[in-house]
T-cell receptor, first 115, second 114 residues
Framework: KQEVTQIPAALSVPEGENLVLNCSFT??????LQWFRQDPGKGLTSLLL?????REQTSGRLNASLDKSSGRSTLYIAASQPGDSATYLC??????????????FGRGTQLTVWP | GAGVSQSPSNKVTEKGKDVELRCDPI?????LYWYRQSLGQGLEFLIY????????KSGLPSDRFSAERTGGSVSTLTIQRTQQEDSAVYLC????????????FGPGTRLTVL
């Protein structure tokens, strides 16, 4: 079974810092990988989706990389802002038969950016 | 346009009662998913619909859990004879095509079983 681990579990930084959130997964047979943001009491917002054939995706201040063979992904947040405070979830999509595309989630990194 | 909506937003019930949770996906999205997020746990997949059929329901934790989707749109997740361990946030998501597409999540239903 696919296992997804996110490090660190929590992170507290001052505004303006550049951040790296880490995600690792045990089965490299993935279809894609997504990074989500979850705000308290709300659902998940998709930030970036990387197909298994891609190495990275960028959106504004966010950059996500994927190294499928080593089972790792990183989410880079540039020039962090208090509005970035949220829980960031990594999810990998399965690449096998009937479970194709099924998402397996990590437990998230809780980020706090203080002014 | 409207996103994924779920109702109710909060549900408190007594152990042993049945509950129904509703999900309205984004219009035109053919795929629909249910997940559960328990305190201290990650998000767990429950069931996946493509149209009205459920090709993957392997995540349903027991036969007390069932789900249906009608008209390729609204879905209902039913939990019979609720137990305290069923307390969680139940999230619904939809995607335009198959499972490999970006999933858009609703705000969730917080279920508390007393």
């Amino acid at each position: 079974k696919q296992e997804v681990t996110q490090i660190p579990a929590a992170l507290s930084v001052p505004e303006g810092e550049n951040l790296v959130l880490n995600c690792s997964f045990t089965d490299s047979a993935i279809y894609n990988l997504q990074w989500f943001r979850q705000d308290p009491g709300k659902g998940l917002t998709s930030l970036l989706l990387i197909q298994s054939s891609q190495r990275e995706q960028t959106s504004g201040r966010l950059n996500a990389s994927l190294d499928k063979s080593s089972g790792r992904s990183t989410l880079y947040i540039a020039a962090s802002q208090p509005g970035d405070s949220a829980t960031y979830l990594c999810a990998v999509g399965a690449d096998r038969g009937s479970t194709l595309g099924r998402l397996y989630f990590g437990r998230g990194t809780q980020l706090t950016v203080w002014p | 346009g409207a996103g994924v909506s779920q109702s109710p937003s909060n549900k408190v019930t007594e152990k042993g009662k049945d509950v129904e949770l509703r999900c309205d996906p984004i219009s035109g999205h053919t795929a629909l998913y249910w997940y559960r997020q328990s305190l201290g746990q990650g998000l767990e997949f429950l069931i996946y619909f493509q149209g009205n059929s459920a090709p993957d329901k392997s995540g349903l934790p027991s036969d007390r859990f069932s789900a249906e989707r009608t008209g390729g749109s609204v879905s209902t997740l039913t939990i019979q004879r609720t137990q305290q361990e069923d307390s969680a946030v139940y999230l619904c998501a939809s995607s335009f095509g198959g499972r490999a597409d970006t999933q858009y999540f609703g705000p969730g239903t917080r279920l508390t079983v007393l």
